[in-house]
């Protein structure tokens, strides 16, 4: 899993791959928490703050990691701090991916169950997912970015099509007015919305395999764009159709929507079928570059080159998952997984981009001393 000739990654594939790593469980719950937040149909204003935020620390992820050409997050962390705490955040870092992949899992089996597999237990349905995700991770980080590069241009064109199909439903009046209680829902708005675009963080990771490293920015910020754009209509969309109040009351407002488009005389007329399944395959995705991410943590931080620590962590994300109790204690799982990457996708970035400058103006004035 040390980066090489054989298992660089394109740029198209890298922006692929943080667009697939964001979406995940944000495009059913998203707009449910950032109703509860905002009170107001500007939601989609927070959205496009939050999208520029996650821009902005994006910057530091990738700056920071281009300062190490074909080193990842966990080889590099030791140059920075020292060994004993670089140690500490490898851990920290692949330990956040761990809680990631297992509310990824519980998140599915609980939409799973809610609508298809209402008798099927949920462990058995987790227990499928996590066999499916590790016989593709122990394959590397190749197969990994292919299958997303496959799955990418038929997710897009579902949800083009589920968006023009959704207009039928939509209300403008339902989305004005603009600005009508001021700045501050929005502003109010900014906190959960901008969890929903964690993932970026992968170019930690993703930036030393790739071919063209000096690119990597441009491809993170494509990816980051795109995720925005799909979230905006996806908000505009929901908001018009079901009004900020009822949003606010329903586990699954996404998923409302997609109930109430008809396919008359097509062969299957439950349009909610067609969206579960993307929406599982996004997860699935975010699922799969997470314990990817996770296990590549503890072979580089251990330095054990073996796909055995991907199997040991199956016991432990499964542990992870089965930790809720019900589907609230899921989601206050998936706000501390949300609070877990402020502090991997914000601090750790602008800390350490801060402490390499530092060191890097330390050694100028040293040598133009001596």
Same mark, same amino acid.
């Given at each position: ?31 449910? +928490? ?15 703050? $939050? ?33 004993? /705490? #670089? ?14 992949? #297992? ?12 609508? *298809? ?9 987790? $227990? ?8 593709? +991770? ?11 590069? *496959? ?27 603009? *600005? #009508?209680?001021?700045?501050?829902? /929005?502003?109010?708005? %900014?906190?959960?919305?901008?969890? =929903? ?21 441009? !491809? !993170? *910020?494509?990816?980051?764009?795109? !995720? ?14 079901? !009004? ?15 109930? =109430? ?15 579960? %399944? ?16 996770? $296990? ?9 080159? $073996? ?6 962590? /199956? ?11 019900? /589907? ?43």
């Amino acid at each position: 899993m040390i980066p090489n000739s054989q298992n660089k990654i394109t740029n198209v594939q890298a922006s692929v791959a943080v667009f697939m790593m964001i979406m995940g469980v944000g495009i059913i719950s998203l707009p449910r +928490v950032s109703a509860e937040a905002v009170k107001t149909p500007d939601i989609w204003l927070s959205v496009i703050l $939050s999208g520029c935020i996650a821009m902005i620390f994006a910057f530091f992820v990738v700056s920071l990691s281009r300062k190490f050409p074909r080193q990842t997050f966990y080889q590099y962390s030791r140059h920075i701090t020292g060994k004993p /705490i #670089g140690f500490l955040l490898n851990l920290t870092i692949a330990s956040y991916f761990i809680t990631l992949s #297992g509310y990824e899992v519980r998140a599915m089996a609980e939409v799973i169950r809610g609508y *298809l597999l209402d008798q099927t237990p949920i462990e058995v349905t987790m $227990s499928i997912f996590i066999s499916v995700g590790v016989y593709l +991770v122990v394959g590397g980080i190749k197969p990994i970015v292919k299958l997303f590069e *496959l799955y990418f241009p038929i997710i897009l064109v579902f949800f083009l099509f589920m968006f023009i199909l959704s207009f039928t439903n939509f209300e403008v009046d339902n989305v004005r007015p603009v *600005l #009508g209680d001021g700045i501050r829902p /929005i502003i109010q708005g %900014i906190k959960p919305t901008a969890l =929903s675009y964690f993932g970026f963080e992968i170019m930690f990771i993703l930036t030393a395999y790739m071919d063209k490293p000096q690119k990597a920015l441009y !491809t !993170t *910020l494509m990816g980051i764009g795109l !995720t925005m754009v799909i979230y905006l209509i996806m908000l505009v969309l929901v908001i018009g159709a079901l !009004t900020v109040e009822e949003v606010r009351l329903l586990t699954f407002p996404t998923m409302e929507l997609v109930k =109430s488009i008809e396919l008359k005389g097509f062969f299957l007329e439950r349009f909610e079928t067609f969206f579960i %399944i993307m929406w599982v395959i996004t997860t699935f995705t975010t699922f799969t570059i997470s314990l990817y991410i996770a $296990s590549l943590g503890w072979q580089q931080t251990f330095n054990k080159k $073996s796909s055995i620590i991907t199997y040991v962590l /199956i016991p432990v994300i499964y542990l992870a998952a089965m930790y809720p109790q019900d /589907i609230n204690s899921v989601f206050k799982y998936g706000d501390y997984v949300g609070y877990f990457g402020i502090l991997v996708s914000g601090i750790f970035p602008l800390s350490l981009w801060f402490i390499t400058l530092v060191k890097k103006k330390s050694r100028k004035a040293n040598s133009e001393e001596s």
